[in-house]
């Protein structure tokens, strides 16, 4: 028996803990299990084999199987195990085995031992599948179980990061095959390759290809050739181990069905020039790659090439999923273990796993669990092992951040002090605990939704149950007037929708919350746009309002959460906020006019904006002049400009000019050398225009209504000679004129 550890650490680790591997590497291979090496715990009883059935096919090709095994399914019962075979296994009600015997290509379906020789299934995986039967309703299977055997090593270590797979070189592979990646398997990782995504979850129907490596020589010396009672036993050991799992489904109410595959020892695709046993685990590639080149599949490292034949039988077998175990032969006689101490291994999450005839203290009986314990790492179980000074799980932390699902049985002390329980994936036990269930997605994650009030969600608050690391999309939806405010509980921020992803129970809390409440308000004599009331916006909303002023008002300002003149005023909605918009009536300009004139704007009452500057003209009538402003305005100037900061008048003078009295005759005028006629005009300055600054009088002759100037006089003249008149009678007009230049009425005198 040896006492070496199974300390393997994956070569796809950082650096630094390659090195550390090796540092630990002396005490590690030095030392044994001494005292504390345990019996197998066979005391729970192998549940699966009672009422194990064979139901035998008159067809082997899928789609026949397929038919078949969805009509048992259908019916009641649940296929285990299936293959492009003749026979499958499983458990069927025996009240319903003759309503199926006939149907859908099922010949016959047997409770009891049956003549594997006498069967009209004698192709190797249909008899395969017979032996195995009968081995297990003989008893054999169970004998096996129960008998008194040591726990091997411990399965310490024996789980890989998933490594990294180069999507080109999977995609040339299957490409050669004419076969496409399903994109929905290609799994972006954070170090720029991918999952392969063909061992998601253990749901539905697996293909899981055993592959018995052998050795031709070539290279190593053929030191070990598998027998076919050895082959026979893995195959059954695997059968075992395949049908734990389905059961174990079944009795969680899932669906678990492994479609086997093997490739045989005598195969040619399985002859390669290693003998594994010869080699460190970090050999492995050398075999592996031949043997998946010899299958066809040549491009990229052992990984890629193994990703692609899962591929490659996924798509042949028509599966859910599809994972490859590699069988190194280790006869009695030869090492128990890889030269670097290690046996027993899996990539968690896949594509394959790597282990032995005989593997480290282990009896061959044992095969089946360390079988379905590395097939749980294939679906993302967790090592529960710890052993101290040798490594295992150290933490209920979730062993990788590519799944991160609690691994809450891990033995060590910190994460269960009081002790954990039996599991598979803990001691190889014969059970299963609640986290490892999580791990392989069978167990539904369950999402609790809680709502505030001012809102609800969707889908509604309450519980739900949701796959195992799959993604849920929850939408807050306030109420009017509220809003969403945050997530809290198990989801945090603002996002909305957010997608929660499930990879443990949940509850979120949608937490809403009343908008900030804008209320608007006026003095008298206007309104606003919006109108005066209270509304709800979105927090942060920048909300405008326009302070509408009724006729002969002004805005003034705002008052309240704001000081501010402007018009149209921004509101950020940050909290409540309470607007006032002011008015006032305008200052009013009351305009009068007296006699003899008006005034442009015209005599009346009129309302301007505060600060209007304002002109104003007097304008006065034929024969009138304005005299002056009084009232608000003062002086003369015209137009008059007032400011209007306040309530003004103005009251605009005017007067009358009037005519003087004025006579004329005409006289002849003779003299030595001619006569002439001259019309003597003399007139009187009017006493009524005294203070009226009279500088000229102006005298035109008439033509009828039309006026001809005749001539200006200096306004001290009273009198004018109008020479060469002529002897026909003239109309004159003499009127004043101001300085400003206004003329006033007209003296009309005719001279005949
Ligand atoms: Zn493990
Ligand atoms: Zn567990």
């Known amino acids: 028996m ?59 090709d899928l789609h026949a199987v397929n038919d078949a095994k969805e009509y048992i399914e259908e019916s009641g019962g649940s296929i285990a195990i299936y293959s492009n075979a003749k026979a499958m296994l499983g458990w069927v009600p025996r009240t319903i085995a003759p309503f199926l015997v006939g149907k859908h290509g099922i010949t016959s379906i047997h409770y009891e031992q049956v003549d594997a020789d006498a069967l009209n299934a004698q192709d190797e995986i249909s008899l395969s599948l017979v032996n195995f039967f009968n081995s297990v309703v003989t008893g054999e299977v169970e004998r096996q179980y129960h008998s008194l055997r040591w726990q091997g090593d411990p399965l310490v270590n024996d789980v890989l990061e998933h490594p990294f797979v180069n999507p080109a070189e999977v995609t040339k592979n299957l490409e050669d095959k004419h076969i496409a990646w399903d994109a929905e398997l290609v799994r972006t990782t954070a170090n720029g390759g991918v999952f392969s995504g063909y061992s998601d979850s253990m749901k ?14 070539t290279i190593d010396s053929n030191r070990y050739t598998w027998t076919t009672s050895a082959r026979d036993h893995v195959i059954n050991q695997c059968l075992s181990g395949a049908s734990w799992w389905a059961s174990q489904g079944s009795s969680n109410g899932v669906s678990v069905s492994f479609y086997i595959y093997y490739y045989s020892p005598d195969s040619s695709a399985m002859k390669q020039g290693y003998e594994p046993i010869l080699h460190s685990t970090w050999d492995d590639y050398l075999w592996i790659n031949a043997i998946m080149a010899n299958l066809g599949f040549s491009s990229g490292s052992e990984f890629e090439r193994v990703t692609s034949f899962n591929g490659w039988l996924k798509s042949w077998a028509g599966t859910n999923w599809a994972y490859s175990c590699f069988f190194a032969y280790n006869p009695s006689g030869a090492p128990s273990t890889f030269t670097d101490g290690y046996f027993a291994y899996a990539y968690l999450g896949g594509p394959y796993i790597q282990m032995l005839y005989r593997n480290d203290g282990w009896s061959i009986y044992d095969i089946w669990s360390i079988f379905a314990h590395e097939t749980g790492h294939i679906f993302w179980a967790c090592d529960e092992y710890y052993q101290a000074g040798y490594g295992g799980c150290t933490s209920c932390a979730p062993c990788s951040s590519y799944r991160p699902v609690t691994n809450g049985n891990c033995e060590h002390p910190s994460c ?64 009017v007037n509220y809003e969403f405010s945050n997530w809290s509980g198990d989801a945090s921020g603002t996002s909305n929708p957010i997608t929660i992803l499930m990879d443990r129970d949940k509850t979120i809390k949608a937490n809403f919350r009343l908008k900030p409440k ?13 109108s005066p009331g209270v509304y709800y916006y979105a927090t942060g909303t920048q909300v405008q309002v326009t302070a509408i002023p009724n006729t ?38 009351t305009i009068q006019a007296g006699t003899h004139g008006t005034t442009n704007p015209s005599p009346g009452v009129y309302y301007y904006a505060t600060g209007t500057l304002v002109q104003v003209s007097a304008i006065p009538d034929t024969y009138c002049i304005f005299i002056m402003w009084s009232e608000s305005a003062t002086g003369s100037a015209n137009p008059v400009s007032l400011t209007m900061e306040s309530d003004k008048s103005v009251y605009a003078h005017f007067r009358y000019i009037y005519a003087p009295s004025a006579t ?89």
């Not at 539905?204 to 020589?217: N, P, W």
Request: glycine share 8%; with cysteine.
């Open 2 to 60: 040896t006492l070496q550890k199974f300390c393997r650490r994956g070569r796809i680790i950082l650096a630094a803990f390659v090195i550390l591997a090796f540092i630990s590497a002396v005490p590690v291979f030095s030392q044994g299990q001494g005292g504390k090496r345990q019996l197998v715990d066979t005391s729970l009883p192998l549940e699966w084999t009672r009422g194990y059935t064979l139901i035998l096919l008159d067809e082997k």
């Open 204 to 217: 539905g129907t697996i293909a899981c290809c055993l592959f018995f490596v052998e050795s031709d020589g």
């Open 416 to 479: 269960n002090p009081s002790g954990s329980v039996p599991c598979m994936m803990r001691h190889n036990s014969n059970a299963l605990c609640s986290y490892t269930k999580v791990q392989v997605g069978w167990q539904t994650q369950i999402l609790t939704i809680q709502s505030s009030s001012g809102g609800t969600t969707s889908p509604t608050p309450g519980s739900y149950t949701y796959d195992y690391y799959s993604s849920v999309s929850v939408k807050a939806n306030p109420d």
């Open 518 to 530: 804008l209320t608007i308000q006026t003095t008298l004599n206007g309104t606003t746009n919006p």
């Open 552 to 589: 002969y008002y002004e805005f003034v300002n705002w008052s309240g959460s704001i000081s501010s003149t402007q018009n149209p005023v921004t509101v950020t909605m940050d909290s409540d906020k309470t607007v006032k918009a002011n008015f006032r009536l305008k200052p009013k300009l």
């Open 664 to 752: 004329g005759r005409k006289v002849l005028n003779r003299t030595f050398s001619q006569a002439e006629y001259i019309n003597i005009l003399s007139w009187e300055a009017n006493p009524s225009n005294d203070g009226l600054d009279i500088t000229k009088y102006r005298i035109y002759t008439m033509s009828g209504d039309t006026p001809t100037l005749l001539v200006d006089l200096a306004g001290d003249q009273i009198e004018y000679y109008h020479r060469k008149a002529g002897q026909a009678s003239i109309q004159y007009a003499i009127r004043a004129v101001t300085r400003s230049g206004r003329e006033g009425a007209p003296a009309l005198v005719t001279v005949q």
